[in-house]
């Protein structure tokens, strides 16, 4: 009997933990039901808009700052070929792209702002130094008649080394030369400065039309092409389907003439002239300021500028 009496209480003992065990269990599914419940309520009263909202401006704001990682990397290449020591813009410009990855947006803006601060510082000095080179150059702000002239022409915002070369168009011939006869999209033959005014026999030179350097990320399946309208020294137009309506003006050669169109898309694709070039901006025409501000960051940013001009050609 006592042996039934013990086996009974066994089971009863097992029978009760079991209960304590489910009803624990219990109380824990229903601490979670809750917990999920209440996750469940605050997530059906958010404001879904103000949600998407933010996910749109912190998309947006990412796109911004890397656009602008990109645009201070190709001014610190620019300084680069300038012989420029851009070790510490180097460093910031990592330290801004490893700010970003780490989503540290107010960081990563402090950082390009002060990148930013210190290009202009580098610009500066380079201009300040090239402008100690001529600082014996003489001052006047009229071109030469004829042949090659340094000297210093002053303005409203300072005073200015200028390299003009200056010729008649009634002895001399201005023609527009590429590396190829063919339109090209990416991978584009390219020529030095250099070749082009050796194989052409000329005195002097300068570049045209804004091209896509190789070591540019923006440039990336675009390299060593440009984009503008351009009609070469063997009468081959370049770009012209992309220039119908194009609002970029251009400069064009004929016998003993240049002329000036307002836009590209004013002009045909007349082969009876010598040379057609579009390029921005445009400064000057008929003796006035043409350009008031606006277009890429290139345009306003310090540094050094090449540019085709004559006394006599108006904006038409």
């Known amino acids: 009997m006592a042996v039934a009496l013990i086996a009974v209480s066994a089971v009863l003992l097992q029978t009760h933990r079991q209960v304590l065990s489910l009803t624990s269990a219990k109380n824990n599914l229903t601490k979670q ?29 990412t796109h911004d700052d890397y656009t602008k990682t990109i645009t201070l990397y190709q001014q610190i290449l620019d300084l680069r070929a300038q012989k420029q020591d851009t070790k510490k813009l180097d460093e910031l410009y990592g330290a801004a792209v490893k700010e970003l990855a780490d989503l540290k947006y107010a960081s990563a803006e402090s950082t390009l702002a002060d990148l930013n601060k210190q290009i202009d510082s580098a610009n500066a000095s380079f201009l300040a130094a090239t402008v100690e080179t001529t600082v014996n150059a003489p001052q006047s702000n009229s071109a030469p008649s004829s042949g090659f002239s340094l000297q210093q022409v002053s303005s409203d915002v300072g005073t200015f080394p200028i390299a003009i070369i200056s010729a008649d ?14 339109d090209c999209s990416n991978n584009c033959p390219v020529l030095s400065l250099g070749d082009y005014v050796s194989r052409n026999g000329a005195y002097a030179g300068i570049n045209g039309s804004f091209f896509c350097p190789a070591d540019y990320p923006s440039c990336a399946g675009k390299v060593n092409s440009f984009d503008t309208l351009l009609m070469n020294k063997n009468k081959k ?23 000036v169109r307002g836009a590209s898309s004013q002009w045909g694709r007349d082969t009876g002239v010598d040379a057609v070039i579009a390029m921005q901006p445009l400064l000057l025409s008929s003796g006035n300021i043409a350009y008031g501000g606006g277009g890429s960051d290139k345009f306003g940013a310090k540094g050094l500028r090449s540019l085709s001009a004559t006394k006599e050609a108006r904006l038409t």
């Open 237 to 259: 137009y370049f770009n012209s389907d992309n220039n119908i309506y194009s609002s970029v003006p251009l400069v064009y050669f004929s016998g003993n003439s240049m002329g």
């Open 33 to 61: 039901l809750a917990a999920t419940t209440a996750a469940l309520k605050d997530l059906q009263n958010q404001d879904q808009y103000k949600i998407n909202q933010s996910l749109k401006d912190q998309i947006q704001k």
């Open 169 to 182: 168009l009634n002895s001399t011939r201005v023609i527009v030369d590429t590396a190829s006869d063919s």
